[in-house]
């Protein structure tokens, strides 16, 4: 193998570190790197499936481990036969964790969509949640640093930015002034005039700060798609959690802008089988899915992550909590289908990516025409759905 190989898991945090790291780490050879999650007992076995693949695939490169399982589970991701080396979480973008030259930073690669970590760690305690354990702090990247990612990218031809963090909305409460995330929209927008299409991954619905509320509800180039750090449909489950907002607080926002956007697409994040849900919070949790017309769900079923105080309350039975995932999966993929069945016959522009695909601004994904440029938007009209594209 010649250019390094970044196996990427998990989070949009991750695919934004793993280019930085494929541009820092351009000039080595024979390296395989392992971006690690462990966000879920599930993440952890996927995340030790890929090592041992990585090593099937390149017996004689190094390999290397980063990321959140790097962190939280050190100890026994470092005893793996496979694994050559660990760096850890937070000096996965420091040259001098690998031995890199680091006098400049390097050009990303072109990219039609890309990622901009401007947050990163959390200083919330949700009950359930390792993160903080493997991110630390929150803190946040400088307005200025922010801008010249942005450039750096719009040079490289990219089409689309999306900002990402672990906690998106707290960005900026550790700069002077303590500035809020519309803030930080507000500033790319009128320094990029160009810039086609900005895009926010998740966030916690209560942090949304007025200005970038109206962002959301009024400006064409930020994508109408509002995805949710939103974990449970029902008030007590919430409340166990130690999330900070309702199901009211949630139901609110949505309606707010919806009323303003209404082809606005909404996702979220829903944890089936959280200790001491009961059938009534789990219907709770089917129906936020209707009220918020989510349609771009993650469902995770529940898994008791070490040394949280979540993994100490009374368990739902693992069989229960599989059957209520599916549950929430069959609900939500109803949801889904039929949004995109409303979607046939309106013209779409489509940014173009590699592979015949492309997203609409609410993420629909759309099969291009034959012969379709990367990098470049298309109007397309679909006729009809096939294997989960507009088509």
Request: charged share 20%; hydrophobic share 45%; net charge neutral.
């Given at each position: 193998m010649n250019a390094p190989q970044i196996v990427t898991l998990g989070c949009r945090m991750n695919i934004a570190e793993s280019e930085r790291m494929r541009a820092m780490l351009a000039g080595e050879r024979d390296l395989v790197v392992v971006n690690s999650c462990a966000v879920t007992g599930?993440?952890?076995?996927?995340?030790?499936?890929?090592?041992?693949?990585?090593?099937?695939?390149?017996?004689?490169?190094?390999?290397?481990?980063?990321?959140?399982?790097?962190?939280?589970?050190?100890?026994?991701?470092?005893?793996?036969?496979?694994?050559?080396?660990?760096?850890?979480?937070?000096?996965?973008?420091?040259?001098?964790?690998?031995?890199?030259?680091?006098?400049?930073?390097?050009?990303?690669?072109?990219?039609?969509?890309?990622?901009?970590?401007?947050?990163?760690?959390?200083?919330?305690?949700?009950?359930?949640?390792?993160?903080?354990?493997?991110?630390?702090?929150?803190?946040?990247?400088?307005?200025?640093?922010?801008?010249?990612?942005?450039?750096?990218?719009?040079?490289?031809?990219?089409?689309?930015?999306?900002?990402?963090?672990?906690?998106?909305?707290?960005?900026?409460?550790?700069?002077?002034?303590?500035?809020?995330?519309?803030?930080?929209?507000?500033?790319?927008?009128?320094?990029?005039?160009?810039?086609?299409?900005?895009?926010?991954?998740?966030?916690?619905?209560?942090?949304?700060?007025?200005?970038?509320?109206?962002?959301?509800?009024?400006?064409?180039?930020?994508?109408?798609?509002?995805?949710?750090?939103?974990?449970?449909?029902?008030d007590l489950i919430l409340k166990r959690m130690k999330r900070r907002h309702s199901r009211a607080d949630a139901v609110e926002l949505v309606s707010r802008l919806k009323a303003l956007r209404p082809g606005i697409a909404v996702g979220a994040d829903l944890i089936a089988g959280f200790p001491t849900e009961d059938a009534g919070h789990h219907a709770e949790n089917l129906a936020i899915i209707d009220a918020l017309d989510i349609v771009h769900a993650h469902i995770f079923p529940y898994s008791p992550r070490p040394g949280t105080p979540a993994a100490r309350m009374p368990q739902v039975a693992r069989e229960v909590v599989k059957a209520r995932a599916a549950d929430l999966r069959a609900r939500a993929a109803a949801r889904r289908t039929a949004w995109l069945g409303s979607l046939v016959g309106e013209t779409l522009p489509v940014l173009a990516e590699r592979g015949g695909t492309g997203y609409a601004p609410n993420y629909a994904p759309v099969a291009l025409p034959e012969g379709s440029t990367p990098g470049t938007i298309i109007d397309v009209t679909p006729s009809g759905l096939r294997e989960g594209l507009l088509a």
């Open positions: 599930e993440a952890l076995r996927q995340t030790r499936q890929a090592i041992r693949r990585a090593r099937r695939d390149h017996p004689q490169a190094r390999l290397v481990v980063t990321g959140c399982a790097a962190e939280i589970d050190r100890a026994s991701i470092g005893t793996m036969d496979e694994v050559d080396a660990l760096v850890a979480n937070a000096a996965k973008l420091d040259p001098r964790a690998w031995n890199v030259p680091g006098e400049a930073p390097a050009m990303p690669a072109a990219r039609t969509r890309a990622f901009i970590a401007v947050q990163n760690g959390c200083d919330h305690a949700c009950t359930f949640c390792v993160i903080p354990q493997g991110r630390g702090a929150s803190r946040s990247l400088t307005v200025a640093r922010v801008l010249e990612e942005v450039g750096q990218h719009c040079a490289a031809g990219a089409q689309e930015i999306v900002l990402t963090g672990v906690d998106l909305t707290s960005w900026g409460h550790d700069l002077p002034n303590a500035p809020r995330l519309g803030t930080l929209v507000q500033a790319i927008l009128d320094t990029y005039p160009r810039l086609c299409r900005l895009r926010l991954s998740s966030m916690d619905g209560i942090e949304i700060d007025p200005l970038l509320f109206d962002l959301i509800a009024h400006e064409a180039r930020v994508m109408p798609h509002l995805h949710l750090s939103l974990q449970h449909g029902a």
